[in-house]
Each structure stands twice: as C-alpha cells, then as structure tokens.
C-alpha cells in the first residue's frame, strides 16, 4: 500500500476545505445590500416654500415661558406632594411640601418668649410706677430732716433700676416677635409653590424623600411651564443665519412626521449665537459649528405630536438679495 504524502496529497486538502469555509463565511456575514424603504420619512419643504431659496434648521418644542425648574429653599423630608404631571397649576399655588414639625416647636417656643417678655414689661412697668411715686413723695416733703438724701437717692436708684428692666423686657419682646416672624417665613418656605400659572411636565420628588437647599441640592424637583401657547427653539447654523428672513414664519414638522406640517409664527431671535448642543451626525459635522435660535410660536391647533421636548424640523423663508445699488 502506498503511503501518503502530506506535502503533496494532505495539504492540498486541507488547503481547499480552508477556501471553502472563507467562502461560506463571506457569503453568509456579507451585509444585506438590499433595497427597503426608509422608516421615517425624512423633512423636506412643499408647496411654494420647495420652489423658493429657504433655510433649514433643527430644534425642540419648549414651553413659552421655557422650562421652569423648581427647587426648594429648606432642606428636610417631604411631608406630600400634591401634584402630578400633566396637572395645570395657578401662580402660588402649592406643589410639594416638606416637613415643618421643628419650625412649629420653634414657633411654639418662640410665642412662650414673647408672653414671658409681656409679663416681664408689666412687671417693670408697675415697679418704675412704684418708684416714681416714692421718689416723688420724698421729694414733695418740705421738711429736710424728715428724709434723708440716702433714702431720695435710693428711691432714684429704684426708679433707674425700674425703667432699665422695662426697656430690657421691651427689646426681649422685640427680639421674640422678630424671631416668631421669622419661623412663621420659614414655615411658609416648606410649602414650595408654583412661581408662575402653567403645566406640570415632570415631578421628580416623592413623600419621606430628603430634599436639599442651594446650589448641588440634588434638585430641580418639579419641572413646569406654561405650555399654552408652546414654543419651538431652532437652531440654524451660524453660516446659514445671515440668510433667514426674520419675521417670516417657518414650516414646522416633529421628527420622523414630515407629513405633520404646521405654520409657526416668528417670535424672536435669541441675541445670543450659542456653540451646537444637538449633533445631526453627517459626514459635514463640524463640532466647532454655532447657531442662532429663533423662537417660534406654535398654532393652538397644532397635533399632539408636538410635545415639550420633542425634536422638530424647520423651514424657514430665506431673505431676498438685494439688487445691487440698492
């Protein structure tokens, strides 16, 4: 029997079922090329917008009045919270509570001083009425061997001594009802209220949570704003911008619903031209890129596809050259 050669019959074998299996791998791994329509139908401009110089830009759906965030000026455990998003509040009106049961000692205490302090004040007052009426009946006494001037200058000295504690008890009462004044402050400070009329949009603070005051507190714990009109904040390029038509108002779509189109109507332009916050991630992208924001208002009658947060798309008029001499 012959025997084998591995240089001549075994690797080449081995050589072919390697060049088998790469080419299964490069047709089963090999990326699916095949055509399919797009899920989201990308933004474009209609109607007399499409035949016209425009520019485009990107933004969100903010609240008129931009969103509020609330914090709260005393640390401590939240006693309630009584509002849910979605609520519509009033100014003033309150959202969350923390516990006040130490203010309230503190009050309770501070109401103790105020009535030792009165008690104190008609205690010197009736003992400086005492002593002036001594010192006024020594002194109305015409015989001079009758009194002694120790005893007027002790009767002076008690008068002294008398009007001293009645204005001492009169600053302790001061010092209370200034301090009572300034619980009954922080108390009402526990009671975090709605700074202006709007829409709750989130509530990130639940009953038996620590709540921190200041800056680094953990907050904000409610956010809201007033989402009647709603806004939309867009963001164009700062080499697009010297060609908008300010004024003009833009057509406005949410993203991925090209076919949800509405009329927004200008409102401002931000003063300020800020760096980039939202990437589209084209092959364009430059990260150095900075925009002007232009706020527009929304129709009262817009879809509810617009909601606060929600990324729009934007088309807006672009300003016509003017002919030159003019």
């Known amino acids: 029997m012959a025997k084998l050669s591995f240089s001549r019959q075994i690797l080449p074998i081995i050589a072919l079922v390697g060049i088998a299996f790469a080419i299964y791998l490069i047709v089963v791994q090999a990326p699916d090329r095949s055509m399919a329509e797009a899920e989201e139908t990308p933004a474009m401009a209609t109607g007399d917008l499409a035949r016209e110089a425009r520019v485009a830009g990107s933004g969100v759906v903010e609240p008129s ?4 965030e609330v914090g709260t000026a005393l640390s401590g455990l939240v006693e309630a919270v009584l509002v849910g998003p979605g609520d519509r509040v009033s100014q003033g009106q309150p959202l969350f509570r923390v516990d006040t049961r130490s203010l309230e000692a503190r009050i309770r205490e501070t109401q103790a001083n105020i009535a030792r302090a009165r008690a104190a004040i008609a205690e010197a007052r009736t003992a400086e009425a005492t002593a002036a009426r001594q010192l006024s009946l020594y002194r109305g006494v015409d015989d001079p061997l009758a ?3 120790a005893e007027i200058i002790n009767a002076e000295g008690n008068a002294s001594a008398a009007r001293a504690r009645r204005q001492l008890a009169e600053a302790e009462l001061a010092a209370a009802r200034a301090s009572l004044s300034a619980a009954r402050t922080e108390r009402d400070r526990a009671t975090v209220r709605a700074p202006i009329a709007g829409e709750i949009l989130r509530v990130d603070v639940r009953p038996g949570e620590l709540v921190n005051a200041g800056p680094g507190g953990g907050g904000p714990y409610v956010r809201m704003g007033e989402t009647n009109p709603l806004h939309v904040r867009i963001d164009v390029d700062e080499d697009e911008a010297v060609r908008v038509e300010l004024g003009a108002p833009a057509t406005v779509s949410p993203r991925g619903g090209a076919e949800q189109r509405v009329a927004a109507t200008f409102v401002r332009a931000e003063p300020l031209v800020v760096p980039k916050q939202s990437l589209t991630n084209s092959a364009q992208e430059r990260v150095d890129v900075r925009v ?3 706020i527009y208002a929304l129709p ?23 002919a030159e001499g003019e």
């Open 65 to 68: 009045s931009e969103i509020i």
């Open 147 to 149: 009194v002694s001037r």
């Open 292 to 294: 002007l924001q232009l």
């Open 300 to 322: 009262a009658d817009a879809p509810d596809a617009f909601r606060v947060g929600q990324q729009v798309d934007a088309f807006i008029p672009a300003a016509k050259a003017k």
